[in-house]
Antibody, heavy 119, light 107 residues
């Protein structure tokens, strides 16, 4: 059973870079799955950030594309998220997600990591 | 981008009643529609995928239907543990998009 665990800094200053890591267990990251991130501002809805294959082929939400990058570290079975030039609007719970392919649902989800952007 | 619109935004229903939540896509998404349940303080979890396929372990009182642009999530015989917010999501094309959510509580 695949399990996802997010980790990283819970607090970031405005204009700095948000960095999160998702550690995958129960499956190899090179299994062919499509790994990604979804975020949820406190009390609000869900927003897809992006997905990446182990090959490095990635898809991003155009609303964030200029600031976001995903990467894969197969040796650690991890995927990473970097979001640059953050503002208070980037305060959210960030969820790591897995999907079988580009048209499959997100399943499973990690438990989420709250990141607060504040000076 | 494909816009997903859910209705209602919130509803209150009695235990044992039948609940329906609708989701409309701004263009056809074939059957690439999933439903998620999010309980307070928890991550969303997959309920239904491919419009009508029940995820393993999800109670049979949940069902999904529709195609094209109009989709429905039905909960038959509502239970207290169904208190949650429900989201639809299209995986037809990038960027993947979610409905705004329907908050369900029990009368």
């Amino acid at each position: 059973q695949v399990q996802l665990q997010e980790s990283g800094s819970g607090s970031v200053k405005p204009s700095e870079t948000l960095s999160l890591t998702c550690t995958v267990s129960g499956s190899s990251i090179i299994s062919g799955s499509f790994w990604g991130w979804v975020r949820q501002p406190p009390g609000k809805g869900l927003e897809w950030i992006g997905n990446i294959y182990h090959s490095g082929n990635a898809y991003y939400n155009p609303s964030l594309k200029s600031r976001v990058s995903l990467s894969v570290d197969a040796s650690k079975n991890q995927i990473s998220l970097r979001l640059t030039s953050v503002t208070a609007a980037d305060t959210a719970i960030y969820y790591c997600v897995s999907t079988a392919n580009e048209r499959a649902p997100f399943d499973p989800w990690g438990q989420g990591a709250l990141v607060t952007v504040s000076s | 981008d494909i816009q997903m619109t859910q209705s209602p935004s919130s509803l209150s229903a009695s235990v044992g009643s039948r609940v329906t939540i609708t989701c409309r896509a701004s263009q056809s998404i074939s059957v690439y529609l999933s439903w998620y349940q999010q309980k307070p303080g928890k991550a969303p979890s997959l309920l239904i995928y491919g419009t009508s396929n029940l995820q393993v372990g999800v109670p049979l009182r949940f069902s999904g239907s529709g195609s094209g642009t109009d989709f429905i999530l039905t909960i038959n015989s509502l239970q207290p543990e169904d208190i949650a917010t429900y989201y639809c999501q299209q995986s037809y094309s990038v960027p993947y998009t979610f409905g705004q959510g329907t908050k369900l509580d029990v009368k």
